[in-house]
């Protein structure tokens, strides 16, 4: 945060510095054109293969193969998923959410790309319907669907408030990718990262630009769909913040499960796997 009283005085010209204008980082004109209508198209008559309930305080790993949708759904009551993605064939590669961040902004929504880490640098999966896009940003600043926040974790809740708690999405995030990747815990731990938030409600305060979260809008019924665009396993941790309204990090919220269903589209004519970034390093 910065200082509400810094030491350093102005210089003369501090507002001429300050009038600047402004530029984005990544213009995204550039970036291939998802073609959402091609998406729809592949989407319609395709036959659910899989659902998934994710209990809440706890997480699970599905395989979702290249083409295939995946929905993840409000059952029961508001609740909010921490999402991490890898590619099934190389968990290295894994979602990269401070790129998506740079390239999308800081909330997600129908059109953007989820994108892997390095060197790989590709889409993993497309968003391709948000039935909370109806939400925009509200008058604090706040939306859905971030890749601001981290993932709720022991070790800041033992920095904070001194207490230990098991069930961060960190932690079931951790259990579960042992659990599908067959790995031993300590190993697991090391390839769970930072989340896309889904239907998490957050933003940055005015005053102190720090990250703040009010109660999820999401019902039961709401879904985010994503289009795999390799094979992808995604990791789904119903948090234990519930709908995020109050707090997380303990077993005082009300919580739901989430469900995950996959959608094996009829045909996949149209549809190319996305390959590594090109970059020759
Ligand atoms: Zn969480």
Not at 127 to 143: P, V
Not at 149 to 167: A, I, K
Not at 202 to 221: I, L, W
Request: with cysteine; aromatic share 8%; proline share 9%.
């Amino acid at each position: 945060m910065k200082h509400q009283h810094p030491t350093h005085p102005e210089p003369t010209d501090a507002q001429a510095r300050r009038a600047r204008p402004v530029v984005v980082c990544y213009p995204t004109e550039t970036l291939p054109q998802l073609d959402l209508a091609a998406s729809a198209a592949r989407r319609e008559g395709a036959e659910l293969l899989q659902r998934l309930s994710v209990p809440p305080r706890s997480a699970a790993c599905i395989d979702v193969p290249a083409g295939h949708f995946a929905r993840i759904v409000s059952v029961e009551g508001p609740q909010v998923g921490d999402l991490n993605i890898w590619n099934s064939h190389n968990i290295a590669e894994r979602f990269y959410s401070g790129k998506t961040r740079a390239l999308h902004g800081t909330h997600v929504g129908t059109g953007d790309s989820l994108w892997s880490s390095f060197p790989f640098m590709r889409p993993l999966a497309h968003i391709t319907c948000d039935t909370l896009d109806w939400y925009g940003y509200d008058a604090d600043g706040g939306s859905v669907h971030d890749v601001i926040g981290t993932r709720c974790d022991p070790y800041t809740g033992r920095l904070l408030s001194g207490s230990d708690y098991h069930y961060c999405c960190h932690s079931n995030l951790t259990r579960a990718v042992a659990e599908h990747f067959d790995l031993p815990p300590e190993e697991a731990e090391r390839h769970v990262h930072d989340v896309l938030n889904v239907f998490m409600l957050t933003g940055f305060t005015r005053d102190t630009h720090q990250y703040f979260m009010k109660a999820s809008p999401v019902r039961p019924g709401d879904f985010l769909e994503l289009e795999a665009q390799i094979d992808i396993t995604l990791g789904l941790s119903a948090c234990p913040g519930g709908d995020c309204g109050a707090e997380h990090s303990s077993d005082t919220a009300q919580c739901h499960p989430l469900v995950i269903e996959i959608y094996a589209p009829k045909t996949l004519t149209g549809f190319t796997p996305a390959p590594p970034n090109p970059y020759g390093r």
